[in-house]
């Protein structure tokens, strides 16, 4: 079990701070890292820009990515460029706080049936939920839009709402939900982000369900979509096709950002155990950091970095990377590397500036990264070898 100092202090590239140097290759910055053995360099290429708090993104066979704006508009990038209208037929969102149209996948038979999934919170500030949706994608807009899935209960606020998507390889779909929000937000009389811990409630969890939002027969707790519990706000989700691991990253409050391996049926420990401290007064959330029991993360950030999407990294254009994790940040304004051992161990740490609030981080189908940054001008990056390489 991980001691508390083990658990606060991640490992940050073999025990040196990293020298980044900046220069100018063709219009597009140069960053190279030093004291670090890989041939770590990489050029950042701006794709689009003029996106309003952009969340997620998806490539579709044809090459045209699909990107979500919060306020309820789903984007096509076609040939690097923005479409100037947004696709017809997405659902009406509760567009508030960190509510709004947030994350968007492709069924992975898609080019033959043409379901597209999107999350986002729905209702008002009274009574919200998150939702999951499909509908089918004819290249112009959607029909057929129907709910697979919502949270079993409404809340207040604006504030938690999740919630990534990610395919598993038996074809199911893991949905990541957050706990709610905040103290002093109340559910059944007490603090929601106990709520967490109840295993009655889909506030706190990762559920897992079929492609039209039945219940798989394999679910942990038997007649349950819960796969996972115990978590506050996982904002990044990723498979790793070598190892078949799950990894998500999740907000702490104040500090105590986690990047977790996620097992099934296991409990995460949010809020009974955390790093964390409350929000004015600095005060810990939980006096304890772990419990025998919960599940501890492989990686605690302490100044919060406030993780985004997540990615592992399986492509060719950086063989160096291949294997390793990348997570977004939005208040540390980079990208994450991580470097994984065979036993799922962080054993390096590298962080990557981009400058502003990085909201995903993807891979695309060859090979690069891409990422969104959410500010009043959001861009569509791709991160690349630098072109004299």
Known sequence: MLTS???I???IVSGVLLTIIISSCQGANVLTSANNSQTNQWQKVTVI?????????????NGEILITERPGRLRVVREGKLDSKAIPGVPEVFAVGQGGLLDV????????NRWIYLTYAHGDQEANRTRVARAVYDGTSLRDLRVIFEVSQTKTGSQHFGSRLLWLPDGTLLVAIGDGGNPPLQLAGDLIRKQAQNRQSHLGKIIRINDDGSIPKDNPFGGSKIWSYGHRNIQGISFDPMTKRVWATEHGAKGGDELNLIEKGKNYGWP??????EYGTNNPVSREESRLGLINPKTIWTPAIAPSGLVFYTGN??????GNLFAGGLVSRDIRRLEVDKSGEIINQEA??????????RQSPDGFLYLLTDEGNGQLIRIEPPSNL
């Open 5 to 7: 100092l083990n658990r």
């Open 9 to 11: 202090f991640s490992p």
């Open 49 to 61: 820009e003029g996106l309003e708090h952009p969340w997620s993104m998806v490539w579709l066979p």
């Open 105 to 112: 996948a492709i069924h992975p038979q898609f080019a033959q």
């Open 272 to 277: 009974v155990v955390s790093a964390s401290q």
């Open 317 to 322: 254009r950086f063989p160096n990377w291949q």
């Open 352 to 361: 990557i500036p981009i400058g502003q609030r990085v909201r995903d981080v």
